[in-house]
């Protein structure tokens, strides 16, 4: 059986993604691998299909409980043998899987590290008597001290290749920069391993970070419009988790806290609950969802500032793991980072200290960030990324940007004068003249005090965020207090040698994502139906099929069990044990409504069709401007975009055929993006343009894939 087979008789899916098919065929010929692949990606199909294809036993090494049993439960129900051996088990549980492995009927055997290794050895031992054809080692990134998730019970796996010396180990972690990632070659003492890089980009994702001021009121606010949906939102401490559940049931919500203070029995049905659909919401500390595969969340909250942006990247990476629209949402408060200070000193290790602070004013830039969040992440990642990603808050803003130079000059003079000894609420009551006792008598007599009164407290919060994200102020730690400080960018300001441009305002364009047509009332069928078929399996439902696919069905209507294996996640198992219900479903709604297969309009490569939308007023206003002969950077400093979203607006006119690509291109360019983008696909222009080189643009990129948009439409 050949790879691609397998996928589909296993899995129910028709190609790879990404770099899967590549990662594959090196482990089958028994070569190490390391692979970097966001939450989401598919990392787990990375050692699952060789675990099919192999002869013999594959030993996956992980130091989730929940993880285990989740996969496991999944393998099982697609026709994969798989066990785990943990601590939640019986000495009669444990036994019989000892039996099942003595006369090879597994496949996959899922265990933590501390029990591979332990004391007595007895779990080496054993294992050296089953035919072991390869390791697999999840959250990898767990054994470097560089990373953020540091175990040290991961240390014990450089013995593996001793032990083990000619079966293929592959590393897996979604979260590592390029010093975690040389630590887990090191420490693994991998053999000549090869080094596979995804792309970090969760292009389903809409990532926002808002200002905190009233939380809960921001929240409800969030979760009004997503009453249905499964969500996790994420606090920093124990108390205020329990505290948010507390209050979120008093609104009429399903939810349950979930930390590592609440015993295990409390935890286990908290987290089951969540799986089966049973509780919508969680609210929770870190300590939950390492390893959930809990594929329906629909949105991901931080309630407070995340410690590192490894940690936040791997939490909003939980939401929409079906590949379907999800949310990722931070309230950020500039306080947060002060207490985090005291959080991430680690006790007698200066250097692992100065990591982890490092890591937190990465975080913190985030959350100031006037730019793009999606390319700010990617970067983060040592990944290249357009400056306009059309999902997440900046790049879904319209901002009208005014001369702020004085505004600037007004706050850093005050900080100045001020002795950089103060925070945010002193600078600004000092700014605006307040009569409080809390302003020192002699601070009153300054210069600059009352030089900002004609300004609302408001707008000068969002100014000082503006200039510290702009880099001409910065926040800092005085003796446990936050502080503002000047920068080496603010004596240029101070002096008048360079101008600051502040925002008005702006508007949000909610844009979200594209969605195919559905039979809404089908859809509530089959969910009711595969709760059925969960429940009486005791599993979670989204093991069973996955949203994505249940939305295929409600958008294509199969009629036919040869229709329905053309669907996503209908692997030759589940089509076997599922196809026949779903499709007498299927098939009677179709009927009752007078509605036929669309299985032809389905594209092959399972991509969904975008609907038509109307074109935006500001993309319209971006035509009339480059129509009146202004040029694409005449136009950007006219409206106070970025070029590159002048470039996206005006891209989308050679896509609708107003414009022609010869405007933008000449026509000696155009072969050559035409066939990069065959060759590797247009869902990404920072690949393209590092094939192509620097003496094409980003811009030219777009209006040639706009054209054959184009052109591909004329043909249909």
């Known amino acids: 059986m050949t790879p691609i087979q397998a996928l589909q008789k296993y899995f129910g899916y028709n190609e790879f993604r990404q770099s899967q098919e590549a990662i594959i065929n090196t482990v089958l010929n028994k070569q190490d691998v390391m692979v970097l692949m966001p939450t989401g990606g598919g990392k787990s199909l990375c050692y ?36 785990y051996l943990n601590s939640s088990q019986s000495p009669d549980e444990q036994k019989d899987i000892a039996i099942q492995l003595q006369n090879n009927q597994l496949r996959l ?43 040290p019970e991961y240390l014990m796996l450089a013995g593996l ?37 995804s792309s970090f980009n969760r292009a389903n994702i809409t990532y926002r970070v808002i200002p ?30 329990e505290a948010l559940a507390a209050d979120l049931k008093e609104e009429g ?35 939950f969802g390492m390893g959930i595969n809990k594929s329906n969340v629909r949105y991901v909250v931080h309630m407070d500032l995340p410690k590192n942006i490894e940690g936040y990247y791997q939490e909003t990476g939980r939401a929409g793991r079906d590949g379907l629209p999800s949310d990722a949402m931070l309230l950020y408060s500039p306080g947060d980072a002060i207490k985090l200070r005291g959080f991430a000193m680690v006790e007698n290790n200066a250097e692992q200290s100065a990591i982890m602070l490092k890591k937190l004013d990465d975080m913190v830039n985030y959350c100031q960030l006037h730019a793009c969040r999606r390319q700010y992440l990617m970067n983060y990642f040592d990944e290249d990324f357009p400056d306009h990603c059309g999902s997440c808050d900046f790049c879904l803003s319209e901002f009208t940007k005014f001369d702020g130079t004085l505004i600037a000059q007004k706050a850093l003079s005050a900080v100045a004068r001020l002795k950089e000894r103060f925070g945010n609420t002193y600078v600004i009551d000092f700014l605006r003249g307040s009569k409080s006792e809390k302003i020192w008598a002699d601070h009153k007599a300054l210069k600059t005090y009352g030089a900002g009164a004609d300004i609302s407290k408001a707008d000068w919060q969002r100014y000082l965020r503006e200039l510290t994200g702009l880099g001409f102020l910065q926040q800092a730690d005085e003796n446990g207090y936050p502080t503002l400080k000047l920068t080496q960018k603010s004596e240029a300001i101070l002096k008048g040698e360079q101008k600051v441009e502040l925002i008005a305002h702006h508007t949000i364009e909610e844009q979200g994502h594209e969605t195919p047509t559905y039979e809404t009332e089908l859809l509530a069928a089959l969910r009711q139906r595969r709760q059925e078929f969960a429940i009486s399996e005791n599993i979670p439902a989204y093991i069973i099929l996955s949203d994505a696919t249940l939305l295929e069905m409600a958008t294509y209507l199969p009629q036919k069990l040869d229709e329905l294996r053309l669907i996503s996640g209908f692997g030759d198992v589940k089509l076997a044990r599922y196809g ?80 022609d690509v010869s405007t933008f291109v000449i026509a000696s360019k155009i072969p050559a993006i035409q066939n990069a983008v065959e060759s590797y696909g ?19 990129i777009k209006a040639v894939i706009a054209w054959m948009n184009f052109m591909q439409n004329a043909k249909t």
Request: neutral net charge; proline residues 4%; charged residues 25%.
């Open 253 to 287: 919500y399903a939810v349950e806290a979930y930390h590592a203070g609440l015993n295990n029995e409390v935890k286990a049905k908290n987290q089951e609950a969540f799986l089966r659909d049973d509780v919508k919401i969680i609210v929770a500390t870190i300590a």
């Open 682 to 700: 247009a869902e990404r222009l920072a690949p393209l343009k590092e094939v192509l080189g620097d003496t094409y643009s980003y811009g030219e």
């Open 580 to 659: 026949r219900e779903f499709l007498e479903l299927i098939v009677n709604y179709s009927k009752a409504k007078g509605l036929e297969s669309l299985i032809k309009r389905r594209s092959p490569k399972r991509e969904r069709k975008p609907k038509k939308t109307k074109t935006s007023d500001t993309n319209k206003a971006s035509l009339e401007l480059f129509q009146q002969g202004l040029s694409v950077h005449e136009i950007a400093k006219e409206r106070g975009l970025s070029p590159t979203t002048i470039e996206g607006h005006l891209s989308s006119f050679v896509q609708s055929g107003e414009l």
């Open 161 to 197: 290749k001793t032990a083990f010396p000619g079966v293929p180990v592959i590393a897996l972690t979604a979260t590592a920069d390029k010093l975690t990632q040389k630590d887990i070659l090191e420490k693994l003492n991998l053999h000549e391993p090869s080094v596979f890089v």
């Open 109 to 151: 055997l899922y265990v933590a590290p501390e029990r591979l290794f332990s004391p007595d050895n007895r779990m080496m031992a054993f294992l050296k008597t089953l035919n072991v054809v390869q390791f697999a080692i999840d959250e990898a990134h767990c054994i470097s001290s560089w990373g953020h998730d540091f175990r």
């Open 48 to 83: 699952q299909l060789p675990a099919v294809l192999l002869n013999g036993l594959t030993i996956v090494i992980s130091p989730l409980i929940a993880l285990m049993k989740d996969q496991v439960d999944a393998l099982n129900i697609s026709g994969i043998p798989a066990a």
């Open 212 to 241: 905190r001021r009233k939380g809960f009121d921001q929240l409800l606010d969030f979760l009004e419009e997503r009453k249905e949906e499964s969500g996790i939102i994420y606090c920093l401490s124990r108390k205020s988790t």
